[in-house]
């Protein structure tokens, strides 16, 4: 597996060869920076990491300062983690083996018509009800005798018995601000000039917030 930190754009629409009208979403892939190089010898474990986007110096810990003084990179804002499964007898996955300070550009990790998941954080909504949280329909019209009530949840639990609430139960809380994996987004197109990345459909998270690309 492999893949890249990018910064979501926008959305846009793309027209194929054949006619057809495609919905996309726009992403900034990279370049990104190798800042270290684990392996099992060293960590017990194969992985890239790597960083996006430059931040200032006076912005940055010493930690983190040291830390990008040994890749002899410049400070970044976003790091991730890639793991590696590089099994006997597969294809590797870079053409050339990266080590600390090399940078990986969108042309190196993706080709048009690849198939990809992309990570990113859902946009935050607050504390929403079960309307809007979970898609519940509420009661419908105002009827037998329902006054103001019509996006209530309705009964959650029995009376005696079992005299609790189920755990999962579907009710109204904190909504988006979490982790989310869009799966199967193809490749549509790739314009290494500007380092962007067409996708087809759409990602989670706000504009200018920083996603993962892997494949």
Do not use: W
């Amino acid at each position: 597996m492999i893949g890249l930190i990018g910064k979501k754009i926008g959305m846009t629409s793309f027209f194929t060869e054949a006619g057809q009208n495609i919905p996309c979403t726009v992403i900034e892939a990279g370049p990104n920076v190798v800042t270290q190089v684990k392996t099992e010898e060293t960590d017990g474990y194969s992985a890239l990491q790597i960083a996006f986007d430059p931040k200032k110096e006076k912005n940055t810990t010493k930690a983190l300062k040291g830390h990008f003084a040994r890749s002899k990179t410049d400070p970044m804002k976003k790091m991730v983690e890639i793991r590696r499964f590089d099994e006997e007898g597969s294809e590797p996955i870079l053409e050339t083996p990266k080590k600390a300070g090399d940078t990986i550009k969108v042309e190196e990790v993706f080709v048009e018509g690849d198939f990809v998941n992309v990570i990113g954080k859902s946009k935050g909504k607050g504390f929403q009800g079960v309307v809007k949280r979970h898609g519940f329909g509420g009661v419908g019209d105002q009827t037998h005798g329902q006054h103001n009530r019509q996006r209530a949840p309705g009964a959650i639990g029995g009376a005696s018995y079992p005299a609790r609430v189920f755990k999962g139960m579907r009710m109204a809380g904190r909504t988006g601000n979490s982790r989310v994996k869009a799966m199967n987004l193809e490749v549509v197109k790739i314009f290494p000039e500007k380092n962007l990345l067409l996708v087809s459909g759409s990602i989670p998270g706000a504009k200018g917030s920083y996603v993962v690309i892997e494949k």
